[in-house]
């Protein structure tokens, strides 16, 4: 049975734990309040942009882009997106069942791309061959970092060596949920929902041509979706980060509560146990 001295050191050692954890929640709670602003603020543009992709597929009509292309997928390429570090609970890890989900029921060959150094050693310590990894991203999401992601998957697919591209991130639902979704970004498929804004569709006039402005936006569109994917993926990190810290917080709270009241009870039988050997002992000297 554990003595007195060896409750009270577990329950400074939890005390410590537990200001750790606060401290760590604090921190999460301002990052992802920085981070959900960024995209709050992101998404009016990606929404606009799908929008006047719309518009512009329907002006150029049969348009031949390498973006546009579709072939038999024979290799399929997978851009996991993961966070460099963890103690954010089972975000990494549903993000990575679900990447390894979809690698197993891929009918073809595939090829990966880790974004987040939780994925890259998870594919290391499996010995999984990554065409490219980015890890170190920071906490202010730059949209140079996506241009770059998207600067190799558009080389590979436009060179043949992709039939197919599909990003995996955590889609940001709210503070307590983060779901992993899995978003097809080449080929491109234009959307071809009309605009939700009230009132006639406005005129547009293309300079050079529709056609010539599509094929200059069909870039920057996936390197908007892979921006806008990496906001999400920094949201749903400090989301789940603050839950899991605010969960561990109240668990050691409630150990601290446990291992106390266990510590009062040897305390109260060593006690109970030094007034009996003094009675014995008052009674032998009468006797």
Do not use: W
Not at 22 to 36: H, N, P, S
Not at 211 to 228: R, S
Not at 256 to 261: D, M, V
Not at 276 to 282: F, S, T
Request: aromatic share 6%.
């Amino acid at each position: 049975m554990p003595s007195l001295r060896d409750y009270r050191r577990r329950i400074k050692s939890l005390q410590s734990t537990r200001k750790i954890c606060q401290a760590m929640k604090a921190v999460a709670t301002a990052k992802m309040a920085k981070a959900q602003a960024a995209l709050l603020a992101a998404r009016p543009y990606s929404r606009h942009l799908r929008e006047v992709l719309a518009r512009l597929a329907r002006a150029a009509g049969d348009v031949r882009h390498p973006l546009l292309a579709v072939r038999e997928p024979r290799k399929v390429c997978y851009v996991v997106m993961t966070a460099d570090r963890g103690l954010c609970g089972g975000f990494n890890s549903n993000l990575l069942r679900l990447a390894m989900r979809e690698i197993s029921a891929c009918p073809g060959e595939v090829a990966l791309i880790a974004v987040g150094r939780k994925g890259r050693n998870f594919f290391r310590f499996r010995r999984m061959a990554m065409d490219a990894e980015f890890t170190g991203l920071g906490e202010e999401i730059r949209f140079a970092y996506a241009r770059e992601i998207a600067k190799v998957i558009i080389n590979k697919y436009s060179a043949g060596e992709y039939d197919a591209v599909y990003l995996i991130y955590p889609q940001f639902i709210n503070i307590l949920v983060q779901r992993p979704t899995v978003q097809k970004v080449l080929p491109i498929e234009p959307p071809t929902e009309e605009p939700k804004a009230k009132g006639p569709e406005p005129l547009y006039i293309f300079e050079p041509s529709a056609e010539g402005v599509l094929c200059d936006l069909l870039p920057k569109y996936v390197e908007t979706a892979i921006f806008h994917a990496l906001l999400e993926l920094k949201a749903g990190e400090h989301s789940a980060r603050m839950t899991a810290m605010d969960a561990a917080t109240k668990n050691t709270e409630d150990l601290i509560a446990r291992l106390t009241l266990k510590m009062n009870r040897v305390r109260q039988e060593s006690i109970t146990k030094e007034l009996l050997d003094i009675v014995g002992g008052a009674a032998a000297l009468e006797s």
